[in-house]
């Protein structure tokens, strides 16, 4: 799990400190106060969090053009731009940090407000809640989605998976195989709707924290406007059979994603539409999570369940 790691300390005449002491302004009593530095130890670009000592109050910061991820080539203004907005529109419909300010001049840093909590997983881990967990987060995601409908672009759903495709390293006709079982679902009718919605299409459990018994949503990089409400159910039912594959069954999942998937929907008939959609978004979970595993054989079976998922299709 990713956790936060001390850096150092530094006073006032630290150029980036005396920012923050600027833009924070009346949240910050002691004008001459420390700050302390801790950097998180995984994530796809610099994140570190400003501990202002002696107030009672963090921030953290994400620096867009310092990549330290897989992905080192983007438009770091327009993701922060991009993320600022998102959370400011998403702050009114779910609990995210308040973002707070951006700048250009600070390597494309967004601020927002430092959430204290545990993750999603912290409560599989200690043997607490876990259903009721997964509740509250089916919740959030339901008010998420129902409250950003828009048009739907199934062409994008697409994009996303031959995104991640092109990043796997995998020999061509093992491509071949993937790109042959999605041609089977981009022309299937499963995967059509009416609307859309905003998605966060990285809805991993280290982006859920509880804080105060409520669930906060973090990390809107890869939000998506007008995505398939499912495919944020996918990504966490995906972590969910990693989760406990690595525990030494995968089959101990089963229980917890039917609980999920039936406390998100809203009757019998929903439940049965979301089961029948939920593999393709499944297979892309895994395919992701498979990007980061250096170990080969453990690779491969994520590579294999991912094809097994898409094959979903076949028998449909």
């Known amino acids: 799990m990713a956790s936060f790691e001390y850096v150092r300390t530094v006073k006032p005449g630290h150029v980036f400190r005396d920012w923050l002491i600027e833009v924070l302004g009346d949240r910050i009593r002691n004008k001459d106060c420390e700050v302390r530095i801790f950097k998180l130890s995984h994530a796809s670009h610099r994140v570190c969090r400003y501990e202002f000592k002696g107030e009672g109050f963090s921030v953290v910061a994400k620096f867009f053009t310092i990549p330290t991820g897989m992905i ?31 700048s250009k001049e600070f390597c494309c840093v967004l601020v927002s407000k430092y959430i204290p909590g545990r993750s999603l ?60 079982l999605l041609e089977k679902w981009r022309y299937s009718s499963l995967l059509d709707r009416e609307n859309g919605c905003m998605t966060h299409n990285d809805a991993t459990p280290v982006n859920y924290i509880f804080h105060r018994g409520r669930p ?18 996918g990504i966490l039912c995906a972590e969910l059979k990693h989760y406990f594959a690595r525990k030494g069954s995968s089959q101990r999942a089963e229980p917890y994603i039917r609980h999920f998937l039936k406390h998100y929907s809203r009757d019998e008939e929903e439940f049965r539409q979301i089961t029948r959609v939920i593999p393709f978004y499944m297979a892309y979970g895994l395919l992701r999570i498979s990007i980061l595993k250096c170990n080969a054989k453990y690779r491969n079976y994520l590579l294999r369940e991912a094809k097994n998922c898409l094959k979903a299709i076949e028998k449909m």
């Not at 949503?217 to 409400?229: Q, T, W």
Request: proline letters at 2%; hydrophobic letters at 30%; glycine letters at 2%.
């Open 216 to 233: 906060f949503l973090l990390d809107f990089e890869l939000a998506s406007g007008h995505g398939h409400f499912v495919c944020d159910l």
């Open 72 to 102: 080192k080539k983007y438009d770091s203004y327009t993701l922060m731009k991009k993320e600022y907005e998102h959370l400011k529109k998403i702050r009114k419909i779910i609990d995210v940090p308040e973002p707070i300010a951006t």
């Open 121 to 180: 997983f912290w409560y599989f881990d200690k043997g607490k809640k876990q259903r009721e967990k997964l509740e509250l987060v089916a919740d959030m995601l339901r008010k998420l989605h129902e409250n950003t409908q828009t048009y739907y672009d199934k062409k994008n759903e697409f994009s996303k998976f031959n995104y991640v495709l092109k990043h796997l390293k995998i020999d061509r006709h093992e491509k071949e195989k993937y790109e042959h």
